[in-house]
């Protein structure tokens, strides 16, 4: 008896609730959504992730129950890759813990020209 497809699919239906209350491109005010988005962002989550403004979910690339959780990589409407990542508080209960754009430098490889990327820092996702 599993329950991962149960966890995913919870996972995706949240993604879509807070992508429809995530910063847009035009927004300033990140306070305002750090508090907006309150109950669905893990204690761990970094407001600097709430930077990367995403006007929707164009596609979803995919989607997987990791050790950690439930990883979800989709594209957004200007077609960038993005990560997010769920944490299970408890069952059946997640919470975001980070959602972060592929680095657009190093597409994910964390090097660029032979040393490590400046943009990431090495990370692959998100600015460092
Ligand atoms: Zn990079």
Not at 68 to 83: K, S
Request: aromatic content about 8%.
């Amino acid at each position: 008896m599993t329950n991962e497809h149960v966890d995913t699919d919870v996972c995706l239906v949240l993604l879509k609730d807070i992508i429809a209350r995530w910063p847009k491109a035009n927004d300033e005010d990140i306070e305002t959504y750090r508090v907006a988005l309150g109950s669905y962002l893990a204690d761990s989550f970094e407001d600097v992730d709430l930077h990367n403004r995403i006007e929707a979910v164009a596609s979803i690339s995919s989607i997987e129950r990791t050790n950690e959780g439930v990883q979800i990589d989709f594209y957004d409407v200007d077609e960038c890759l993005q990560r997010a990542a769920f944490e299970s508080l408890r069952e059946s209960e997640w919470r975001l813990k980070s959602l972060k754009f592929q680095c657009p430098v190093c597409f994910g490889e964390g090097v660029n020209d032979g040393d490590e990327c400046d943009m990431c820092g090495g990370t692959d996702w998100g600015a460092s």
